[in-house]
Nanobody
Framework: QLQLVESGGGLVQPGGSLRLSCAAS????????MGWYRQAPGKQRELVAS???????NYADSVKGRFTISRDNAKKTVYLQMNSLKTEDTATYYC???????????????????WGQGTQVTVSS
């Protein structure tokens, strides 16, 4: 079954760190751009960071210098290292794959704009 599964969220004090992981599973052949988005209560979902298959990265201004996105193509996993966390970083964090190809029933298939289920990050003292 095709899935993006996030992990690593939790409760942390301001100034602390967390590392989120997003593992893709399900006979995946390739994944292009991947990203982390977040959505706080009452707010729109926003891009936090993205990374291309070649490793080029992009960050929201609010997290530059504090967050680092990386990926392990062999493990089909993308990471988000979050340091110096602030209360305003509190949100549900979602993993996204811009496009991916996978086999199901012996047929090569494609998905676009594919999302994980989200993991909660709460920054509070």
């Amino acid at each position: 079954q095709l899935q993006l599964v996030e992990s690593g969220g939790g409760l942390v004090q301001p100034g602390g760190s967390l590392r989120l992981s997003c593992a893709a599973s399900g006979s995946i052949v390739s994944i292009n751009g991947m990203g982390w988005y977040r959505q706080a209560p009452g707010k729109q979902r926003e891009l936090v960071a993205s990374i291309t298959s070649g490793g080029s990265t992009n960050y929201a201004d609010s997290v530059k210098g504090r967050f680092t996105i990386s990926r392990d193509n062999a493990k089909k996993t993308v990471y988000l290292q979050m340091n110096s966390l602030k209360t305003e970083d509190t949100a549900t964090y979602y993993c996204n794959a811009a496009s991916l190809s996978y086999y199901r029933g012996g047929v090569l298939r494609y998905e676009y704009d594919y999302w994980g289920q989200g993991t909660q990050v709460t920054v509070s003292s």
